[in-house]
């Protein structure tokens, strides 16, 4: 009956919802529910936002006011002490940035069911996520006088890592092209008599990752409710949610980006909302997240991630007025001159910059008044 | 009368022909005023190019100074000069065109390609510049000539206006004449529109000359005159230029012409820019350097943004500001002063004119200051006239009277970062000379009392204050659009004096209570001996519902509701408060339940009622009962620090085991921590945790009825950790969110009053003592470390979120809210929402985010009983 009533208005799903729950709790009658959903459109029609509203600059405004409260420093993510993770200020300046690469990359893989609840099988994930280093499991030597350059593994840490020691040699042929001989367990390899080349192939050596995703620098795991979840630093969405066991649909990076190329635009738009509410939530302050999808929603719009500043949102104004008094301005007016480009003055900068009233708010109505009439 | 509207401006490049078309002098005298100080003919100073000194009139259009916009003059440059701002692009030129037959090095068809991919882009108001670049570097790369089969040599463009072809120099006439042959149905592939520009213009023949209205000389108070920058490059160029023209008809060697012509080059960039890289800036005679046209646009000083996208005005004030409770929070208390100062018009009409020749006639306060003609003339009024324009008034004039009360006005505190900086406000004339307003409008403008000062605007016209009134006025700004509750609020002492009124069962006697609410405008109490606390704040309630956990909850396991030990669970019936104390979540700012429900249930109007009577009366309850701190509200008795000292004593015997532990290796390490990470960690937790315990220890002794503890818990100022640090103890000190490491690196320390390589609490920033007690030297030197980072952490701060704040006003200023309920951007009409925030719902009249609240709704309908 609730549905069938709701159903005759339009109100958004998450009102129509709040107010079924609402009502089933109670055991009302019909009049009742009807008079209690007429209201609740009225007063939905009432708080609706008005035409001609700067919804813009509000969002701009209720965003950067917080701003001055925030924080600068890193603090260490809530409830994984392991993990360093900015906040505050540099992270909102970050996302709005739209920046290739976060200043803390972060992962939150969740499990398939099966893997979820045994610590060991997350464990054996983390194992294959995590990136080893060469020299984690092996001691790497540079016989100057032979010219050739040893490499010790650590039977142990092979082990822990499930590494075995062909699967070693052809990592490190591949990567390096270089022959490598074994000897005792242990990897030899022979470098041409350049003292130069045996020092550039020793430091490539030491930085190689032989097993795991090279941007994953560690994986923590943790017990979060009945499941294993993992925490990494360093993130590569794309190669993660290829790991088998892996369930993709809820892991997630804070790397906006990574997003953006792995998963397309409108998931990129979620996680620009998702990232900025949490960084000011975590601040404590409140605002609302209507104001932050505008922004991601304008970060997005023609279906690439453009950033809020010089090379993005701002940069890309139609009028050449507004982008000249925003940033670059003798650039800006040259590079309009030779494409002969018109500035049809609808926006507001251009506006004031003329002296003439902004086509928002009462700035865009006119009264006519017909004389006449009757009195 | 309807105004002149600016339908588009189009951005073009000049051409030569244009310029001395749009000349009116040619300027060949570097000289500009004669012995008599009479501008030169041929001169920068001309007379035909505009006046700047009184008494002249300009010979081109006859105005006098102020009447007479300028005119533009031109030099006719005796050799070709490159423009630097296009000096890249002629390189791209260049070199993307055949050195032959100046054709592009694309073959027709891919031309036609770019060219109609860029027409379509153009059509679609997108950007092509990535089009145009991948032009530049096919047609760069290019080795041969598609046309006619040409080798072609590299052009090296050496910043900022030199050219080589090999290691053959190009002169600036040479690339005239190689751009002059670029054919028009080239050029669009280079994302030149050949409608505008040709790109020989880049090379500059002849020289516009700025009138001398855009470069004004003053006069020293010696009577010197000093000319402005500009002028002081033109009179440069024309010095060469005719130096230039005078060796070469002499027939000057090759040589000294060459050094000529770079230098006009040089002069010439530097007047265009004078920040080039590559070329040293012109200097005036002081060494500053010159502030040339680039200068003169660019930048926060430059005109773009300090002229034309700011703009200053008349009919504004500007004083420190200063409380006054009696004040509504609509009010603002303006100084008589300011008052006889700023005006607001009166537009005569046969029903006011009576009123108005009034003003005119009175002596004092509402006065008139000035009358205003329908032909535009202003009268100053006068003691001598003023009878004589009362008289002489008629419809049609403009009388403008002082401020009185009952005004509009808008009133600003800067920094401007949201709409609730700029708020209007009703005028109350008082004596003195500080703005007043009411302190529950501090949140809003974000103002305190130590010296802050604020702006007072007067809007003008009938409009402007209509506007005002109804869309810029406190009450309509009570609820903030950012969360959706109210930032208009109870502060400070309006919250520590309503905990003081109704916490607990305190009785009044009717004397007291009188005097409590006569401030305000209740009218009907009914009449008993003796009144709780409760009844009283009861009074000024409206009739509404309520039901909250108030400020002072502690949070325990099971609420225990009404029958709360610490009286704070919050019942109001029907406008009675029945139980639970009134802090800060129940009036304060950012807070405020009861605000946030009255403005929703009865409008802004009775909300700002409300606040009215809630400040009023909070205020004549504090200072009625009374309210202080001093330094014995944070004494604590001997056993007490005793205690506290037993704790501190305790944490740091344990930090000295986990010293010992990590020194001797036993110390298990935090998985993914080294072992030092550890060691810090468990240190500092160790000795947060003794902090906190000083803290309960001391705040056990103080008691509830503490000042300080009253003003931590209601929320009213300041914390529990603020009162910690008081009386117990100030705890650790830090930089960068770690314990003091900084000192002598190479003796690990400090300081040196420590061995080298301590790691104990106290050579690394821990302080034990409480502020009461005071710091030992050492304890001062580490909290001043503390307290020097977070003075630099605002300074940068407030710096970087100013510019995200600048990023995102002009990312998002152009968004609005169509009649269709979608959000559209205004230059490009592109939409970005199809309903505002998906929902359509305004934040501000939200309920905290929710687009209707479904529970107050079905509370009014079902009525407080069931729930």
């Known amino acids: 009956m609730i549905d069938k009533i709701l159903s005759k208005y339009p109100f958004p799903e998450s009102v129509k919802l709040e107010i079924k ?8 009658s019909a009049d009742k529910i009807k008079a209690l959903v007429d209201r609740c459109y009225k007063a939905y029609t009432q708080n609706l936002m008005e035409p001609e509203e700067a919804a813009g600059i509000v969002a ?36 709005l940035d739209a920046r290739k690469t976060p200043s803390t990359p972060m992962m939150t893989i969740k499990l398939l069911p099966e893997y979820a609840k045994d610590r060991e099988k997350a464990k054996e994930i983390a194992n294959k996520i995590e990136a080893t280093y060469l020299k984690d499991i092996a001691e790497i030597e540079a016989d100057i006088k032979n010219m050739k350059i040893i490499i010790k593994p650590d039977r142990k840490m092979m082990d822990v890592k499930e590494l075995k020691m062909d699967v070693l040699k052809k990592k490190i042929e591949k990567s390096l092209k270089v022959d490598v001989f074994e000897e005792d367990e242990k990897l030899i390899i022979q470098v041409e008599p350049s003292y130069k080349k045996l020092i550039d192939i020793f430091e490539k050596l030491k930085d190689l990752v032989v097993a795991g995703i090279k941007e994953i620098r560690r994986v923590i795991i943790r017990k979060e409710g009945d499941e294993y979840v993992l925490y990494t630093e360093g993130s590569n969405l794309k190669k993660v949610i290829k790991v088998p066991g892996v369930d993709f649909t809820r892991t997630l990076t804070n790397d906006v980006w990574e997003i953006y190329e792995v998963l397309g635009i409108e998931a990129a738009r979620n996680a620009i909302i998702k990232e900025a509410l949490e960084t000011l939530e975590e601040q404590g302050l409140e605002v609302d997240p209507r104001h932050i999808m505008l922004v991601a929603d304008v970060m997005t719009v023609d279906g690439e991630l453009r950033q809020i500043g010089r090379h993005g949102v701002a940069g890309e104004k139609q009028s050449i007025l507004a982008r000249a008094a925003f940033e670059m301005t003798v650039n800006n007016l040259l590079e309009a001159a030779i494409k002969g480009e018109i500035d049809y003055l609808r926006g507001i900068t251009e506006n004031i910059i003329v002296g003439q009233p902004i086509k928002l708010g009462t700035g865009d109505i006119e009264v006519t008044y017909k004389f006449g009439g009757k009195r | 009368m309807v105004p002149k509207n600016i339908a588009a401006i189009k951005f073009e490049v000049l051409s030569p022909q244009e310029i001395r078309r749009m000349s009116v002098a040619k300027i060949t005298n570097p000289e500009t005023y004669d012995d008599d100080g009479f501008p030169i003919d041929g001169g920068l100073m001309d007379l035909r190019l505009g006046v700047i000194d009184p008494g002249l009139r300009c010979r081109t259009c006859g105005g006098k100074t102020g009447e007479c916009p300028g005119h533009f003059g031109h030099i006719e440059l005796a050799a070709p000069v490159i423009h630097v701002g296009y000096a890249k692009l002629i390189a791209r030129l260049l070199n993307g065109t055949c050195r032959k037959c100046k054709r ?54 050496e910043k900022p206006t030199f050219y080589y072809e090999g290691e053959h120099k190009l002169t600036p006439k040479d690339v005239r004449e190689r751009l002059e042959k670029i054919p028009d149905e080239d050029l669009l592939a280079f994302g030149l529109d050949p409608k505008s520009v040709r790109p020989e213009w880049f090379v500059l023949t002849v020289l516009p000359v700025p009138p001398v209205t855009t470069r004004p000389s003053i006069i020293l108070e010696t009577g010197q005159r000093s000319e402005d920058d500009l002028t002081h490059k033109l009179v440069d160029i024309i010095r ?35 920040e080039v890289s590559g070329i040293p800036p012109a200097k005036h005679r002081s060494g500053r350097p010159l ?46 002063e300011i008052a006889q100062e700023l005006t607001v018009p009166i537009y005569v009409t046969p029903k006011n004119i009576e009123m108005a020749r009034e003003f005119i006639l009175r002596r004092e306060h509402p006065s008139a200051n000035y009358v205003v003609r329908p032909d535009g003339k202003r009268l100053k009024v006068i003691d001598s006239n003023r009878k004589e324009l009362a008289e002489m008034i008629e419809p049609g004039w403009i009388v403008e009277r002082h401020l009185m009360d009952g005004d509009v006005v808008l009133f600003n505190r800067q920094p401007s970062l949201h709409r609730m900086s700029i708020m209007a406000h009703y005028v109350k004339v008082l004596p003195y000379k500080t703005f007043r307003l009411n302190p529950a409008v501090c949140p809003p403008y974000n103002a305190d009392f130590d010296g802050d000062e604020m702006n007072l605007h007067i809007p003008q016209s009938l409009e402007a204050q209509a506007e005002a009134k109804i869309l810029m006025a406190v009450q309509e700004h009570i609820l903030s659009p950012r969360f959706g509750g109210p930032i208009v609020g109870g502060i400070h002492d309006h919250i520590s004096g309503l905990y003081l009124l109704t916490h607990g069962n305190k009785v009044f006697s009717k004397e007291e209570v009188l005097q409590f609410i006569r401030a305000t405008d209740v009218k009907d109490v009914p009449l008993k001996d003796a009144y709780t606390g409760k009844e009283v704040f009861s009074f000024i309630l409206p009739d509404i519902t309520l039901e909250f956990k108030a400020e002072i909850c502690q949070g325990c396991e099971k609420c225990k509701k009404e029958n709360c030990e610490y009286d704070a669970y919050v019942i109001i019936e029907k406008g009675k408060l029945l139980c639970g104390t009134i802090d800060e979540k129940a009036v304060g700012a950012f807070k405020g339940l009861i605000i946030d429900e009255i403005a929703r249930k009865y409008g802004n109007s009775e909300a700002r009622r409300f606040i009215d009577n809630m400040t009023k009366l909070a205020i004549r309850v504090i200072t009625g009962l009374g309210f202080t701190i001093g330094i014995d509200d944070v004494d604590i008795p001997k056993e007490a620090e005793e205690q506290i000292e037993d704790v501190i004593k305790k944490a740091e015997r344990k930090v000295d085991e986990l010293i010992r532990a990590y020194k001797d290796g036993n110390l298990e390490p935090m998985p993914g921590r080294s072992l030092e990470e550890t060691l810090e960690m468990s240190i500092m937790r160790e000795l947060g945790k003794a902090r906190d315990q000083a803290g309960k220890i001391a705040s056990r002794y103080l008691g509830d009825e503490n000042s300080a503890v009253i003003m931590a818990v209601s929320g009213a100022r300041g914390s529990m950790l603020n009162v910690t640090q008081m009386v117990a103890c100030i705890g650790q000190q830090s930089v960068r969110g770690e314990r003091i490491m900084r000192g002598y690196t190479y003796s690990k320390r400090s300081l040196p009053h420590f061995k080298p390589g301590d790691l104990g609490p106290k050579a690394r920033g821990f302080v034990r003592n409480s502020y009461r007690k005071g710091l030992s030297p050492i304890e001062f030197f580490f909290h001043a470390a503390g307290g020097r980072e977070g003075l630099v952490d605002t300074a940068v701060r407030t710096s970087q979120s100013g510019y995200l704040q600048r990023r995102m006003i002009n990312a998002l200023q152009d968004l609005k809210v169509e009649y269709d309920g979608t959000v559209r951007e205004q230059t490009s009409g592109i939409i970005v929402q199809y309903k505002y925030g998906e929902d359509g719902v305004d934040p501000m009249k939200s309920y905290r985010g929710k687009a209707v609240d479904v529970k107050r709704l079905l509370r009014e309908i079902v009525g407080g009983a069931q729930q």
């Open chain 1, 21 to 28: 729950e609402e009502l089933e709790k109670l055991n009302l």
């Open chain 2, 240 to 274: 060469i230029n005719q130096r230039f023209l005078e060796n070469r008809e002499a027939g000057a060697p090759q040589q000294i012409l060459e050094d000529l012509w770079e230098l006009l080059q040089y002069h010439v960039t530097t007047y265009f820019d004078n």
């Open chain 1, 60 to 95: 701009a405004q209720s965003i950067g006011e917080p701003g001055t409260q925030m924080t600068m420093r890193t603090f260490h993510y809530a409830g994984v002490a392991e993990l360093n993770v900015t906040l505050g200020l540099p992270r909102l300046i970050e996302i």
């Open chain 2, 291 to 336: 502030k040339t046209l680039a200068q003169r646009l660019k930048g926060k000083e430059g005109r773009f943004r300090k002229s034309l996208s700011g703009k200053r005005v008349n009919f504004s004030a500007r004083t420190v500001v200063s409380p006054d409770p009696c004040l509504s929070i609509n009010e603002v208390g303006v100084p008589v």
């Open chain 2, 104 to 157: 592009i090095l694309l073959k027709n068809e891919r031309k036609e390609k770019f060219i109609e991919e860029i027409e379509k882009r153009i059509k679609m108001n997108q950007s092509y510049d990535d089009i145009v670049k991948e032009v530049f570097r096919l047609t760069k790369a290019t080795k041969k000539c598609p046309h006619c089969g040409e080798e072609q040599v590299e052009i090296k463009f």
